[in-house]
Protein backbone atom coordinates (compact mmCIF):
# COMPACT_ATOMS: atom_id res chain seq x y z
CA UNK A 1 0.00 0.00 0.00
CA UNK A 2 3.17 2.46 0.83
CA UNK A 3 4.49 1.21 -2.19
CA UNK A 4 1.45 2.22 -4.11
CA UNK A 5 1.08 6.04 -2.04
CA UNK A 6 4.87 6.89 -3.42
CA UNK A 7 4.10 5.71 -7.02
CA UNK A 8 0.67 7.88 -7.29
CA UNK A 9 2.64 10.64 -5.63
CA UNK A 10 5.55 10.25 -7.78
CA UNK A 11 2.63 10.60 -10.95
CA UNK A 12 0.63 12.98 -9.56
CA UNK A 13 3.87 15.73 -8.94
CA UNK A 14 5.77 14.52 -12.06
CA UNK A 15 2.38 15.73 -13.70
CA UNK A 16 2.12 19.00 -12.06
CA UNK A 17 5.70 20.09 -12.90
CA UNK A 18 4.86 19.00 -16.64
CA UNK A 19 1.87 21.59 -16.49
CA UNK A 20 3.94 24.21 -14.76
CA UNK A 21 6.88 23.86 -17.42
CA UNK A 22 4.41 23.23 -20.45
CA UNK A 23 2.91 26.64 -19.38
CA UNK A 24 5.79 28.34 -18.81
CA UNK A 25 6.94 27.05 -22.42
CA UNK A 26 3.41 28.12 -24.05
CA UNK A 27 3.44 31.75 -22.36
CA UNK A 28 7.08 32.62 -23.29
CA UNK A 29 5.95 31.91 -27.15
CA UNK A 30 2.61 33.78 -26.97
CA UNK A 31 3.88 36.50 -24.50
CA UNK A 32 7.29 36.92 -25.14
CA UNK A 33 9.44 40.16 -23.65
CA UNK A 34 9.67 42.72 -26.60
CA UNK A 35 11.35 45.35 -27.57
CA UNK A 36 11.09 48.78 -28.29
CA UNK A 37 12.12 51.16 -30.92
CA UNK A 38 14.92 52.46 -29.11
CA UNK A 39 15.97 49.13 -27.32
CA UNK A 40 16.39 48.10 -31.05
CA UNK A 41 18.28 50.53 -32.18
CA UNK A 42 20.83 50.49 -29.54
CA UNK A 43 21.09 46.54 -29.56
CA UNK A 44 22.48 47.02 -32.91
CA UNK A 45 24.37 49.98 -32.37
CA UNK A 46 26.18 48.01 -29.18
CA UNK A 47 26.26 45.23 -31.65
CA UNK A 48 27.49 46.55 -35.19
CA UNK A 49 28.22 50.47 -34.76
CA UNK A 50 25.18 50.86 -37.18
CA UNK A 51 22.46 53.66 -35.91
CA UNK A 52 19.18 51.73 -37.80
CA UNK A 53 17.31 55.46 -37.74
CA UNK A 54 19.85 56.64 -40.03
CA UNK A 55 17.82 54.92 -43.08
CA UNK A 56 14.70 56.82 -42.40
CA UNK A 57 16.39 60.45 -42.31
CA UNK A 58 15.61 62.78 -44.98
CA UNK A 59 12.93 60.01 -46.36
CA UNK A 60 9.12 60.77 -47.06
CA UNK A 61 7.46 59.17 -44.07
CA UNK A 62 3.64 58.14 -43.55
CA UNK A 63 2.32 56.49 -40.76
CA UNK A 64 -0.90 54.28 -40.99
CA UNK A 65 -2.77 52.42 -38.55
CA UNK A 66 -3.99 49.11 -40.22
CA UNK A 67 -7.34 48.04 -38.27
CA UNK A 68 -6.89 43.69 -38.73
CA UNK A 69 -10.05 42.15 -39.47
CA UNK A 70 -9.90 40.32 -35.92
CA UNK A 71 -10.63 43.87 -34.74
CA UNK A 72 -7.15 44.94 -33.17
CA UNK A 73 -4.81 47.87 -34.74
CA UNK A 74 -1.37 47.57 -36.37
CA UNK A 75 1.19 50.25 -36.65
CA UNK A 76 2.76 50.99 -39.69
CA UNK A 77 5.15 53.72 -41.95
CA UNK A 78 5.44 53.81 -45.44
CA UNK A 79 8.96 55.54 -45.95
CA UNK A 80 9.38 56.37 -50.07
CA UNK A 81 11.80 56.01 -52.43
CA UNK A 82 13.85 59.01 -52.91
CA UNK A 83 11.90 61.04 -55.76
CA UNK A 84 14.18 60.36 -58.75
CA UNK A 85 14.02 57.04 -58.02
CA UNK A 86 12.78 55.73 -61.16
CA UNK A 87 13.03 52.05 -63.32
CA UNK A 88 13.37 51.85 -66.95
CA UNK A 89 9.03 50.13 -66.95
CA UNK A 90 7.92 53.29 -65.07
CA UNK A 91 6.66 51.24 -62.37
CA UNK A 92 7.46 52.02 -58.84
CA UNK A 93 8.54 49.09 -56.58
CA UNK A 94 7.60 48.52 -52.95
CA UNK A 95 8.67 45.56 -50.45
CA UNK A 96 6.69 45.26 -47.42
CA UNK A 97 8.83 44.20 -45.08
CA UNK A 98 7.83 41.35 -41.93
CA UNK A 99 9.76 41.59 -38.64
CA UNK A 100 10.68 38.41 -36.50
CA UNK A 101 9.57 37.37 -32.91
CA UNK A 102 10.10 39.85 -29.92
CA UNK A 103 11.47 42.54 -32.54
CA UNK A 104 9.70 45.34 -34.47
CA UNK A 105 9.85 47.32 -37.61
CA UNK A 106 12.87 49.33 -36.83
CA UNK A 107 14.96 45.83 -37.16
CA UNK A 108 13.66 45.12 -40.55
CA UNK A 109 15.39 48.03 -41.93
CA UNK A 110 18.70 46.46 -42.13
CA UNK A 111 17.03 44.88 -45.53
CA UNK A 112 15.03 47.76 -46.17
CA UNK A 113 18.14 50.36 -46.75
CA UNK A 114 19.21 47.31 -49.58
CA UNK A 115 15.58 48.52 -51.58
CA UNK A 116 15.76 51.30 -51.04
CA UNK A 117 19.15 51.93 -52.45
CA UNK A 118 17.75 49.43 -55.50
CA UNK A 119 14.68 52.98 -55.64
CA UNK A 120 12.28 50.44 -53.78
CA UNK A 121 9.85 52.26 -51.29
CA UNK A 122 9.29 50.44 -48.01
CA UNK A 123 6.03 49.47 -46.07
CA UNK A 124 7.70 48.83 -42.50
CA UNK A 125 4.92 47.82 -39.95
CA UNK A 126 4.27 45.67 -35.97
CA UNK A 127 2.88 42.67 -36.01
CA UNK A 128 0.31 42.20 -33.42
CA UNK A 129 1.65 42.12 -29.95
CA UNK A 130 4.84 44.04 -30.92
CA UNK A 131 6.54 47.53 -31.49
CA UNK A 132 3.29 50.04 -31.18
CA UNK A 133 0.88 47.57 -32.79
CA UNK A 134 -2.22 46.86 -30.48
CA UNK A 135 -0.81 44.87 -27.02
CA UNK A 136 -4.46 43.66 -26.19
CA UNK A 137 -3.75 40.36 -28.24
CA UNK A 138 -0.84 37.52 -28.20
CA UNK A 139 2.11 36.37 -30.80
CA UNK A 140 0.68 33.63 -32.29
CA UNK A 141 4.02 32.83 -34.23
CA UNK A 142 2.53 33.78 -37.91
CA UNK A 143 -0.70 31.95 -37.41
CA UNK A 144 -2.88 35.62 -37.05
CA UNK A 145 0.27 37.15 -38.19
CA UNK A 146 0.00 35.98 -41.67
CA UNK A 147 -3.15 36.91 -42.29
CA UNK A 148 -3.09 40.15 -41.19
CA UNK A 149 -0.26 40.71 -43.78
CA UNK A 150 -2.65 39.34 -46.58
CA UNK A 151 -4.77 42.31 -45.04
CA UNK A 152 -2.15 44.96 -44.76
CA UNK A 153 -1.18 44.20 -47.66
CA UNK A 154 -4.32 45.03 -49.67
CA UNK A 155 -4.96 48.10 -47.52
CA UNK A 156 -1.35 49.62 -48.60
CA UNK A 157 -1.87 49.25 -52.17
CA UNK A 158 -4.41 52.06 -52.26
CA UNK A 159 -0.84 54.61 -51.82
CA UNK A 160 0.71 53.20 -54.99
CA UNK A 161 -0.28 53.38 -58.69
CA UNK A 162 -2.47 49.98 -59.45
CA UNK A 163 0.22 48.83 -61.70
CA UNK A 164 2.84 49.20 -58.80
CA UNK A 165 5.31 45.94 -58.39
CA UNK A 166 5.34 44.62 -54.86
CA UNK A 167 7.10 42.19 -52.84
CA UNK A 168 7.77 40.45 -48.96
CA UNK A 169 10.64 40.52 -47.47
CA UNK A 170 10.86 38.52 -44.02
CA UNK A 171 12.92 37.79 -41.24
CA UNK A 172 12.51 34.71 -38.31
CA UNK A 173 9.00 34.49 -37.64
CA UNK A 174 8.64 37.15 -40.58
CA UNK A 175 10.27 34.96 -42.46
CA UNK A 176 7.30 32.29 -41.95
CA UNK A 177 4.71 34.81 -41.91
CA UNK A 178 5.39 35.77 -45.76
CA UNK A 179 6.21 32.40 -46.59
CA UNK A 180 2.19 31.64 -45.27
CA UNK A 181 0.81 34.57 -46.53
CA UNK A 182 2.20 34.68 -49.85
CA UNK A 183 -0.38 32.27 -51.81
CA UNK A 184 -3.29 34.76 -50.57
CA UNK A 185 -1.29 38.15 -52.12
CA UNK A 186 -1.86 36.84 -56.11
CA UNK A 187 -0.33 40.15 -56.59
CA UNK A 188 2.98 39.75 -55.42
CA UNK A 189 5.90 39.66 -58.07
CA UNK A 190 8.46 38.22 -55.29
CA UNK A 191 8.85 36.88 -51.62
CA UNK A 192 12.62 37.00 -50.10
CA UNK A 193 12.83 35.28 -46.75
CA UNK A 194 15.50 35.09 -44.38
CA UNK A 195 15.93 32.36 -41.37
CA UNK A 196 12.34 31.31 -41.73
CA UNK A 197 11.32 28.30 -39.55
CA UNK A 198 9.32 25.38 -41.55
CA UNK A 199 6.71 25.23 -39.26
CA UNK A 200 5.94 25.87 -35.47
CA UNK A 201 6.20 22.85 -34.24
CA UNK A 202 9.33 22.11 -35.67
CA UNK A 203 10.53 25.22 -34.19
CA UNK A 204 9.57 24.56 -30.63
CA UNK A 205 11.07 21.17 -30.63
CA UNK A 206 14.58 23.02 -31.49
CA UNK A 207 13.82 25.21 -29.27
CA UNK A 208 13.76 22.53 -26.53
CA UNK A 209 16.26 20.86 -28.33
CA UNK A 210 18.81 23.69 -27.74
CA UNK A 211 17.55 23.59 -23.71
CA UNK A 212 17.76 20.08 -23.02
CA UNK A 213 14.75 19.80 -22.26
CA UNK A 214 12.44 16.74 -23.33
CA UNK A 215 9.72 16.90 -26.18
CA UNK A 216 7.43 15.29 -24.26
CA UNK A 217 5.15 16.10 -22.49
CA UNK A 218 6.57 19.92 -22.57
CA UNK A 219 5.81 20.14 -26.28
CA UNK A 220 2.32 18.27 -26.24
CA UNK A 221 1.08 19.83 -23.13
CA UNK A 222 2.33 23.01 -24.26
CA UNK A 223 0.99 22.78 -27.52
CA UNK A 224 -2.68 22.06 -25.95
CA UNK A 225 -2.09 24.96 -23.84
CA UNK A 226 -1.25 27.26 -26.70
CA UNK A 227 -4.34 26.41 -29.14
CA UNK A 228 -6.68 26.73 -26.03
CA UNK A 229 -5.45 29.63 -23.74
CA UNK A 230 -3.74 31.38 -26.66
CA UNK A 231 -5.41 30.74 -30.04
CA UNK A 232 -2.10 29.13 -31.16
CA UNK A 233 -2.67 25.68 -33.60
CA UNK A 234 0.41 24.36 -33.95
CA UNK A 235 -0.02 22.29 -36.68
CA UNK A 236 -1.83 25.45 -38.67
CA UNK A 237 1.65 27.03 -38.88
CA UNK A 238 3.46 25.31 -41.75
CA UNK A 239 5.53 27.39 -44.44
CA UNK A 240 6.29 23.90 -45.97
CA UNK A 241 2.60 23.18 -47.30
CA UNK A 242 2.44 27.30 -48.32
CA UNK A 243 5.32 27.55 -49.95
CA UNK A 244 3.95 24.48 -52.22
CA UNK A 245 1.28 26.49 -53.51
CA UNK A 246 3.27 30.15 -54.02
CA UNK A 247 4.00 30.84 -58.09
CA UNK A 248 6.36 33.66 -57.83
CA UNK A 249 10.06 33.65 -56.80
CA UNK A 250 11.66 33.32 -54.39
CA UNK A 251 14.53 33.50 -52.37
CA UNK A 252 15.69 31.56 -49.50
CA UNK A 253 18.63 32.93 -47.28
CA UNK A 254 19.89 31.56 -43.85
CA UNK A 255 23.43 31.47 -42.15
CA UNK A 256 25.32 28.52 -41.90
CA UNK A 257 25.52 28.39 -38.07
CA UNK A 258 22.26 28.93 -37.12
CA UNK A 259 20.70 27.10 -34.41
CA UNK A 260 17.97 29.65 -33.06
CA UNK A 261 15.85 28.19 -36.65
CA UNK A 262 18.20 25.19 -37.56
CA UNK A 263 19.72 26.00 -40.91
CA UNK A 264 18.28 22.53 -41.94
CA UNK A 265 14.72 24.02 -41.99
CA UNK A 266 15.79 26.13 -45.18
CA UNK A 267 15.96 22.96 -47.27
CA UNK A 268 12.31 21.97 -46.02
CA UNK A 269 10.91 24.86 -47.29
CA UNK A 270 13.33 25.18 -50.44
CA UNK A 271 12.55 21.81 -51.80
CA UNK A 272 8.95 22.77 -51.06
CA UNK A 273 9.24 25.37 -54.04
CA UNK A 274 9.01 23.31 -57.14
CA UNK A 275 10.14 26.57 -59.57
CA UNK A 276 11.56 29.87 -59.76
CA UNK A 277 13.63 29.54 -56.50
CA UNK A 278 17.10 30.28 -55.36
CA UNK A 279 18.85 29.70 -52.43
CA UNK A 280 21.89 31.38 -50.39
CA UNK A 281 23.91 30.27 -47.51
CA UNK A 282 25.58 32.75 -45.19
CA UNK A 283 28.96 31.49 -44.24
CA UNK A 284 29.43 31.23 -40.24
CA UNK A 285 25.96 33.32 -39.31
CA UNK A 286 23.86 32.52 -36.78
CA UNK A 287 20.35 33.54 -36.41
CA UNK A 288 19.28 36.62 -38.22
CA UNK A 289 22.88 38.18 -38.70
CA UNK A 290 23.76 37.04 -42.39
CA UNK A 291 22.67 40.53 -43.40
CA UNK A 292 25.17 42.20 -40.77
CA UNK A 293 27.55 39.83 -41.12
CA UNK A 294 27.98 39.95 -45.11
CA UNK A 295 26.36 43.08 -45.49
CA UNK A 296 28.54 43.75 -49.72
CA UNK A 297 26.91 39.54 -49.86
CA UNK A 298 23.75 39.96 -49.12
CA UNK A 299 23.04 42.87 -51.11
CA UNK A 300 24.66 41.14 -54.15
CA UNK A 301 22.52 38.02 -53.35
CA UNK A 302 19.43 40.13 -53.50
CA UNK A 303 19.72 42.22 -56.24
CA UNK A 304 21.14 39.41 -58.42
CA UNK A 305 17.97 37.18 -57.79
CA UNK A 306 15.70 40.41 -58.23
CA UNK A 307 17.52 40.65 -61.93
CA UNK A 308 17.44 37.10 -62.39
CA UNK A 309 13.31 37.34 -62.21
CA UNK A 310 13.20 40.38 -64.26
CA UNK A 311 11.90 42.43 -60.87
CA UNK A 312 14.45 45.30 -61.48
Given at each position: ?????????????????????????????AL????????????????????????????????FT??????????????????????????????????????????????????????????????????????????????????????????????????????????????????????????????????????????????????????????????????????????????????????????FC???????????????????????????????????????????????????????????
Amino acid sequence: MTILIIALSLVVLLTVLSYIMASKFAQVVALPHTSDYEKSRQDRIRMSGFDLFTVLEGRKIQEFTYKSEFGYNLYGRIIYADSDAKFKDGHQRVVILSHGWTSNHITMLAYGKIYLKMGFSLVAFDHRFHGKSEKGVNCTMGLYESKDLVGLGNYVRQFFPEDTIWGLQGESMGAATVMQAAPDMPWLSFVAEDCGYSSVRGEMAATLDAKKLPHFPILNLGGIILKHRYGLDMAKVNAVSSVARTDVPMLFCHGDNDTFVPTKMVYDVYNAKKDKKQMQLFEGSTHAESVWDHPEQYEQVLEGFLKQYNII
